[in-house]
């Protein structure tokens, strides 16, 4: 079954030059798929455009069987796909790390007794007990970059968008990371430079050049 | 930097429930900020007083604070005396000393010392988010609440920003001086972060509402008035009340 399906789409920050022209992907239900691509060939705003915070000028996406044009359609994708931002001071603003965490769940309308237990859930899938309230701003790069992918683990989605999860990391917590990945069940995709973690983490990666994807052997 | 050097501590008042100290700071500054009497005044500084001693905060920060807003008062004193007033008191050579004048300073000066000190020992003595919580509870609207809190988070980030910024701009041998360049220096580092801080909230924002954001906050841990916050929220109450009794008389 196709999860997410993009047909022709073209999409461009300005009107003379297009990021992408005829960009055409799938990704199939239990596929772990790794983009790579130099600066500025289009892999953060592939993932954007899947969640809808971008909208394409042509083309149709579908997801979940279903084409998705209005905010509403996407509403209903972001409950069920989740993006880890590559910046995490973009993505945390919360004043804890556990308030964090409960913001996805809470916005999904969980209930507050399930909410403590999935807050110290996905904090021990990330090896960061005890971090409950911690300050966010204050945490070390690497521990923000954990943080970051426990606000979408919490939400429990069925596909990750993971935007760069290993640049300005360390060798351990890299190797945390990758951990944390490889332990995902779900279909990912995850944009990066970072050939060997794609290597490590994903069954087929494309090349993202000249808005075209094309797979390319690991 | 941004910090929130009263909020650490473990007093009784560290622990009362920010929205009684909202409640109770908002009420005492509005009878003091109004009050014209010289008594009313000088029995409410009691009150910022007993808190510092109940609250234990740092001395030398408190007064290291005061010190900054009184820089501010200063320029009242070189004005207000010779300004305002019909009774002429003194002459300072060819100037003439009001004797409203210089009542009207004191004035100034101790009010806005009370009410900073009870600033500092009833808001600051808590997390900023935490008092932020508490005005949710409180129904301030919604828009206030996100910009106070947004404005305290990003700060943070914003001085990071521009602390980075002007290291670079250092070490590529820049050294401010009185001249058109180094304006321009300084005009293109606040544009920078005019942008960047726009970009920032942008992705800020799209981060969120890849979260499911619909336009409010929902509020993780709630908070519990126990006895000692009535307590406390009463007696302060029957003070306020003699304060305000005492100055509309």
Known sequence: MNIIEFKDIAFGYSDDKNVFKRLNFVLKEGEKVGIIGPNGSGKTTLLHLIVGILKPFKGEIKIFDKVRKSEKDFKEVRKKIGLVFQNPDDQLFSPTVAEDIAFGPLNLGKPREEIYKIIKDTLAALGLQGFENRITYRLSEGEKKLVAIGTILSMQPQVFLLDEPTTDLDERNRERIIDIIKGLSTSYIIASHDMDLLKKTTNTVYRLKDSGLNPISI | ?249
């Open chain 2, 1 to 249: 930097m941004v910090k929130e050097k009263f909020s650490e501590g473990n007093s009784s008042i560290h622990k009362l429930d920010p929205r009684v100290k909202i409640i109770t700071f908002f009420l005492f500054s509005m009878v003091v900020a109004t009050s014209y009497k010289f008594p009313v005044i000088f029995i409410s500084f009691l009150y910022p007083l007993s808190l510092i001693l109940v609250s234990k905060v740092n001395l030398k920060e408190v007064l290291k604070s005061l010190l900054i807003v009184n820089a501010f008062i200063l320029f009242l004193w070189i004005f207000l005396p010779f300004a305002r007033g019909a009774v002429p008191w003194f002459n300072l050579g060819p100037l003439t000393v009001f004797k409203d004048g210089i009542e009207y300073a004191t004035l100034i000066t101790l009010k806005s010392n009370i009410i900073i000190l009870s600033m500092i020992t009833l808001i600051a003595t808590s997390s900023v988010f935490s008092i932020v919580h508490a005005l949710h509870h409180l129904h301030v609207p919604d828009k206030l609440i996100h910009l106070t809190f947004f404005t305290f988070r990003y700060a943070h980030v914003l001085y990071k920003e521009c602390k980075k910024l002007t290291n670079a701009m250092k070490l590529r041998g820049f050294s401010p001086g009185t001249n058109i360049r180094t304006y321009r220096s300084y005009a293109y580092l606040i544009g920078n972060l005019i942008l960047r801080s726009f970009d920032r909230a942008e992705m800020v924002y799209k981060a969120m509402v890849c979260r499911g954001f619909r336009g409010t906050f929902p509020l993780l841990y709630h908070f519990k008035m126990g006895e000692k916050d009535r307590v406390f929220l009463v007696l302060s109450l029957i003070y306020i009340c003699f304060l305000a009794i005492g100055s509309w008389r």
